[in-house]
């Protein structure tokens, strides 16, 4: 009997554990940024899919392939992860959020012209804060960016980048976001990852 392997898509179209390679394929052909892996059996399989994928593929899965998120009892695992990547300083910019316990992606912006990766970690900070807040859930926010969450403590996005009519609609959204935190009250706890300590954060494009 062939040996029958199950697909792990943390990043594809519809992220999940697949019993074969022609549905894993699907959520993945052609998707930028697309992170899966295959796995033996379908424990590991959903064990892997409620981690870090940076626990299981990329230059430091080896080094972590002990390390389970699940597994490290001081990370809230009730919990949001936000996290932006930029292709270029400034460059094409996309941020989300994913949700600590399981690896769901909750929300995903972009891509915009011409941001940076400041930019993304504050504007994906405030999406969580609203969200939160909108959906009344009382978790904590984790962010891997010391300057995104100083921003948002500021309640202003003090990025250098020059206006273009390129960013225009990305400027759009910082003036919304500075907006929001200065009329709104939230009790949603912000959390420094610790990286050098867990890995990467859950929400990691994985592009380093």
């Known amino acids: 009997m062939a040996k029958k392997n199950f697909y792990v898509v943390w990043n594809g179209v519809v992220p999940g554990v697949y019993a074969s390679w022609n549905e894993a394929k699907a959520q993945v052909e052609g998707y930028e940024g697309a992170i899966y892996k ?26 972590n392939k002990k390390v389970s998120i699940q597994s490290i009892p001081e990370i809230i695992k009730d919990s949001l992860a936000v996290d932006a990547a930029c292709s270029g300083n400034p460059g094409l910019l996309e941020y989300r959020g994913v949700f600590v316990k399981t690896g769901e992606q909750i929300f995903h912006q972009g891509p915009f012209e011409h941001g940076t990766n400041n930019i993304g970690e504050f504007l994906a900070l405030v999406h969580g804060l ?58 949603t706890v912000i959390i420094k990852w610790k990286t050098n300590e867990w890995g990467e954060i859950p929400a990691d494009f994985g592009r380093k």
């Open 38 to 63: 295959s796995f033996p059996n379908r424990e590991e399989a959903v064990r892997a899919f409620n981690d870090s994928p940076w626990l299981y593929v990329g230059k430091n899965a080896e080094k």
């Open 130 to 187: 609203a969200l939160l807040k909108q959906k009344n859930f009382n978790i904590p926010i984790y962010s891997d960016s010391v300057n995104a969450i100083k921003w948002v403590r500021e309640k202003k996005c003090k990025t250098k980048l020059e206006r273009i009519p390129e960013n225009e609609s990305l400027f759009y959204m910082i003036e919304r976001a500075e907006k929001w935190l200065k009329e709104n009250t939230y009790t």
